[in-house]
């Protein structure tokens, strides 16, 4: 398995392992006819832009993303945002999702030191997702009530996480 920072070249693969994970139920928000080319290159983008995006490749097949972005605007340059992992359903369950997300943490706090501020959102209902990010340093800061439709058509609380870099030069 390599981890690697993600390369344009690599928005085919990424689109397939969104719609492959967006197959099964509460794999990700979005749905399978959701999963553009179009999406996925807005986020690889700004990700490679001004943020970090990773994946993980098994004999040459993306198996899993990570990535975050800044949100371009000056007051909130010291934070990356709108931050989403996705592990292929064969890879689930294997720490896989751990040790990428590890790696993007890493990397922002040894490369990107002028970064203070990694958030994320997570479904209530989705709670291995929390119990992960809060291993890796995340912190539950707050619900949002009624805003997320789960697949089985509750609307569920978004949890909002955000992780602090150690590291942070401002």
Known sequence: MIIRKSALEDLASIQQLYK??????GGIARKEHEISEAYIQNFLSKSLDNGCSMVAEENGKIVAEVHTYSFGIECFTHLLGDTTICVHP???GRGLGREIFAALLDYISNERKDI???ELHARESNSGAIELYKKLGFKV???AEGR?????GRIVAD???GWLNPNFVQ
């Open 20 to 25: 492959d994970v967006a197959r099964i139920s």
């Open 90 to 92: 064969e890879y689930q």
């Open 116 to 118: 203070l501020r990694v």
């Open 141 to 143: 800061e707050g619900r």
């Open 148 to 152: 997320v439709l789960d697949p089985d």
């Open 159 to 161: 949890v909002p996480m």
